[in-house]
């Protein structure tokens, strides 16, 4: 299962060449059932990144631009009247996929955002009083930009809460961007990812991660982890229960993908940047721009055993 | 600015109030322009609070420091650089800071020097008012730390007032605790108290006019508190010093400074008196005289307090009484002194003024004594012209001229008892018979509520002291030959409605003292402050020995000490007990220590575990820094990760004991390679980083 899921980051890395941590950070989310959020400039490669994991996974896919005269009908779907029928029709909208890259979330109105979090939380959409059914899996990926951020809705703690992950990609290293720029042009990069693994790997994968032991000493770790965004003065609050059993789902699928039946405190380490920076804020800090700083000094303040 | 760091608007208006409350008794004792100053600054502050003015710039701030200095050394050049001044100085830098405190980090300053200000004003006053103001003003301090470290929803005046007057309640009882049982320690230098100029009391000088002028002052000199009864009112004889030197007009201290000063313990125990009777104890508390001489009835023996006597029996302090002084005294109800006259002593005693234009007063004494038998006979004479004759008792005598005691003998016949004392001891010099005058107090108003007597300053008095021989020195007291009721009553008595009397004392109670029920306010008001003088101000070490004597029995000091150490042990061992909880709690597990010890070894070669760092990732330092650890470490962190992190009790006994195995091999490795380099294992007990 290791070998599937490093073929699978091998050729992500193909399209997106020199993230190979930010596609395993983003195979983790969605292998732990998580939505995943992508934070960064424009042209940094997020839909790139989300073409590929569909495609990796041969997920039928389905990407919703968000304006700010998007309205919940157009991203769920509505009845239309059949003339000939005599019935109303429910049409579906674009949400009824196995994938959704919802690009630019923060763009349309809360009205908007909240029907989207409702089938992120649900798996199921209320369409004219009646529930419907999301595919299985169903998997966001919202993206967003934090920079020019005029004529955005920001998204609430409430709802940054839903997503598992949140991460950056970045600048590519020169390597990456040399070899970038000589084979510019030459693809339709997201279309060349072939896929490598199926539904029923994620099933199983996910089952697997389940299994995956979690020590008393590693549980106190991360339970000293939460208590320290609690208590300290650097964090304006600390982090919820949701947020703690994030890190722990998180941290099992980390363990899986390295190969291990137990998870171990590097485990934690490596996901939990992901995983908390979008639930924190500084304590001096009311924008809520110092998460990366912030999770960092959270592991390099608290002991591990 | 960070929102953090600002100053709550609350709390500058607190902290300028309770500036103000402490700044305030010891405003009198700042210069006018200093505290133009200080009262320009705080106004300023207050324009700053409003946003009519703007923080002083650096250059603005430059100026007024360095006027400010020169300004306060000019204003205290006369005093010298002392106290006054020190204060002074501190007073303008708390004030200064006003200015620029924009922080809570400045404010924090700000408070902290009030509460030492509030500590500074004990050395001036510490009287009961002056308690209660500090009190108050440790309070409204409190106040200004509460507002200042509230955040705005809840700093409200009410709430802050609450909170501040709890925590200052709650700290009573501890204060009380530590007042009592701290132990008292001599100081190890003493402060240059500021001395007041205007001296108080009984002065040791006396030209005709001073004492009547004291009797014009109700104010307090000492109080008296008797072990046992009280003597009787006319036994009531409070001596200050002798006077034996007559220039014809005043009476001064003659002899030489060595004989005034001389420890009475120097001289042959003939010298000392001799006592009969039954001894008198009794505890003076004494106001600030500014003087050296101190009070005690006749032949007085020092019990406690730094007080000496003299070759006449005077009481002195080594220093001017410049705070309230208590000391305690013992005499005796019958004594003799001087049974043998030195020479030294007996031509001081019969001096007469070199010029003496008192002729007739001379005449009369040569009369008188031939007329008598004996010198006591004669005595009896002098006291009987008095009496006979029409003098009269006032405190408002004539001046008198160049021969005083000729005018005043058979002109005016009105004088205070300076007058009736040194004409006395004119007369007695006048014929051989060695006399002196004595100064001091005399009577004294019992006050019921407390059990002692309050003696004012127009209790002053001067008498005569007259030596014969085989008796010593015999106290003779011509003002009760001519008023009685002065002696057996009090010059309350005589004076009640004499103008003059008590007449610098303004409005004080004591004019009320007809009143029933203000008199009785008096005396107890009088008894509180007694009491706390007595109890509060000289709370000493034999004080505090004495209290807890009574308390916990004979073995006090070591008792106390056994209570101070374990109590102190107690507190500090609950504290570390739970500081050190939290850390060892999670280090039960054998292997997870042993591992921790392994970190410590690793540290002493320049690799500490970093905080934070999980154990693969130490690994790999550890193994890239000193690839000849490399092997054993990855077993020993694949083992330790595999005991920790891996499932539960899975062969787990046979890990540990590899883990153990490894982990004992690796250690000596680490340390004897560290010994190697000279590294000593310094670290062995510290935590962890």
């Known amino acids: 299962m290791e070998q599937r899921i490093q073929a699978a980051v091998s050729e992500i890395g193909t399209v997106l060449l020199g993230k190979e941590r930010q596609v395993r950070l983003a195979l983790c989310c969605l292998i732990s059932g998580g939505h995943l959020l992508i934070e960064d400039l424009p042209g940094m490669g997020k839909t790139t990144l989300a073409h590929a994991l569909a495609r990796v996974f041969g997920l039928d896919f389905n990407r919703i631009q968000f304006t700010s005269d998007l309205l919940p009908a157009d991203i769920l779907g509505v009845s239309i009247f059949d003339q000939q029928s005599g019935r109303f029709n429910f049409h579906q909208g674009p949400i009824f996929r196995q994938m959704i890259l919802a690009d630019e979330i923060n763009r349309t109105t809360p009205k908007t955002q909240s029907a989207l979090l409702e089938a992120m939380e649900e798996g199921q959409v209320s369409v004219e009083g009646e529930t419907r059914r999301l595919p299985s899996p169903f998997f966001v990926i919202a993206t967003q930009n934090p920079v020019s951020l005029a004529g955005t809705f920001p998204l609430p703690e409430s709802q940054l809460d839903r997503f598992l992950m949140r991460i950056g990609i ?40 389940a299994t995956v032991g979690l020590s008393p000493q590693l549980l106190d770790y991360i339970q000293r982890l939460l208590a320290r965004t609690r208590d300290s003065d650097d964090f304006h609050f600390g982090l919820s229960p949701r947020g703690g059993v994030a890190v722990v789902r998180a941290t099992r699928t980390w363990a899986l ?42 592991l390099s303040e608290v002991d591990v055993f | 600015m960070d929102v953090n760091y600002q100053i709550p608007r609350l709390a500058l208006l607190w902290v300028l109030a309770a500036l103000l409350l402490v700044i305030l008794p010891g405003m009198l004792r700042l210069p006018p322009l200093i505290l133009l100053l200080v009262l320009g600054c705080m106004g300023w502050r207050l324009l700053i609070f409003s946003g009519r003015a703007n923080y002083p710039g650096k250059l603005v701030k430059a100026l007024i420091v360095f006027t400010a200095l020169p300004l306060t050394v000019l204003q ?28 809570k980090r400045d404010i924090v300053i700000v408070i902290v020097l009030a509460y030492v200000l509030t500590m500074i004003g004990f050395i001036y006053s510490q009287t009961i008012p002056s308690g209660v103001h500090a009190l108050l003003a440790v309070a409204v301090i409190t106040g200004a730390l509460v507002s200042l470290n509230r955040d705005n929803a809840r700093n409200n005046f009410r709430d802050n007032s609450r909170l501040a007057a709890q925590l200052v309640l709650q700290s009573v009882p501890l204060t009380l605790a530590l007042f009592i049982l701290v132990p008292r320690i001599a100081p190890l230098w003493t402060m240059p108290l500021p001395v007041p100029s205007n001296k108080t009391g009984v002065t040791d000088e006396m030209t005709p006019g001073d004492i009547s002028s004291l009797g014009r002052s109700a104010e307090l000199a000492f109080r008296v508190s008797f072990d046992g009864e009280a003597p009787s009112h006319d036994r009531l004889y409070w001596r200050g010093l002798v006077l034996d030197f007559f220039d014809g007009r005043t009476w001064r201290r003659g002899g030489s400074a060595l004989l005034d000063y001389g420890m009475i313990r120097r001289y042959p125990s003939e010298y000392r008196g001799v006592r009969q009777g039954e001894p008198v104890d009794y505890d003076v508390i004494m106001e600030p005289t500014q003087q050296t001489w101190v009070y005690g009835m006749q032949l007085a023996e020092v019990t406690t307090g730094e007080i000496v006597q003299d070759r006449n029996y005077s009481l002195h302090s080594a220093t001017p009484i410049t705070q309230r002084l208590r000391y305690q005294l013992r005499s005796w109800s019958a004594f003799q002194t001087d049974l043998e006259l030195p020479r030294a002593l007996r031509s001081r005693a019969l001096q007469m003024p070199d010029e003496d234009s008192n002729t007739r007063s001379a005449l009369l004494a040569r009369e008188l004594r031939a007329a008598s038998t004996d010198d006591r006979d004669y005595v009896a004479r002098v006291l009987r012209h008095y009496r006979e004759q029409p003098f009269f008792y006032t405190l408002n005598p004539p001046l008198l001229g160049e021969a005083s005691i000729d005018e005043f003998l058979f002109q005016t016949r009105e004088g205070f008892c300076e007058h009736y004392a040194g004409s006395f001891v004119y007369l ?21 509520f407390e059990d002692y007597t309050m003696v ?7 008498w005569a002291e007259v030596w014969f021989e085989g008796e010593g020195w015999v106290r003779f007291d011509p003002t009760g030959a001519v008023a009685p009721e002065r002696i057996s009553q009090g010059v309350e008595a005589v004076f009640a409605n004499q103008p003059g009397f008590m007449e610098d004392s303004g409005f004080s109670m004591m004019r009320f003292r007809d009143t029933q029920w203000l008199n009785t306010l008096r005396l107890r ?18 004080l505090q020995l004495e ?10 000091r070591s008792s106390l000490l056994w209570a101070l150490g374990l109590s102190t042990a107690l507190i500090f061992s609950i504290a570390a007990f739970f500081l050190l909880r939290g850390g060892q709690r999670q280090l039960r597990d054998p292997v997870t220590r042993s591992y921790l010890a392994l970190a410590v070894d690793l540290a002493v070669m320049g690799l500490p575990r970093r905080r934070g760092e999980g154990p693969l990732d130490y690994c790999a330092r550890v193994s890239a820094e000193r690839p000849e650890l490399a092997a054993a470490m990855q077993t020993v962190t694949r083992l330790y990760v595999q005991l920790c992190y891996g499932e539960q009790g899975v062969g787990s006994e046979e890990l540990r004991q590899e883990f153990r195995v490894t982990l004992q091999t690796l250690r000596l490795r680490v340390l004897s390679r560290a010994r190697r380099a000279g590294l000593v294992a310094v670290s062995a007990f510290s935590r962890p980083q």
């Open chain 1, 257 to 298: 993908m390295e190969g291990r039946q137990h998870a171990i405190p590097e485990d934690v380490q490596a996901v939990l940047p992901a995983v908390v920076e979008h639930r924190l804020r500084s304590g001096s800090d009311g924008e809520g721009r110092s998460g990366p700083a912030l999770a960092q000094r959270l």
């Open chain 2, 428 to 448: 007695m010099r006048a014929v051989g018979i060695p006399a002196r005058v004595v100064v001091g107090y005399h009577g004294g108003e019992y006050n019921p």
């Open chain 2, 547 to 556: 209290f807890l004597e009574d308390v916990f029995g004979e073995k006090a």
């Open chain 1, 170 to 209: 970045g600048y590519p290293d020169p390597h990456a961007e040399r070899q970038l720029l000589e084979t510019a042009g030459e693809r339709d990069r997201g279309e060349l990812v072939r896929q490598q693994l199926n539904v029923n790997d994620l099933i199983e994968m996910r089952k697997a991660a």
């Open chain 2, 456 to 462: 004012y300053q127009y209790n002053a008095h001067a």
């Open chain 2, 525 to 542: 008001l009088d008894a509180i402050d007694y009491a706390w003088n007595r109890w509060v101000v000289s709370y000493d070490q034999d």
């Open chain 2, 76 to 103: 205290f050049r006369s005093q010298g650089v002392g106290l006054d001044a020190a204060v002074c100085l501190l007073i303008l830098g708390v004030v200064f800071k006003l200015l620029e405190m924009q922080y």
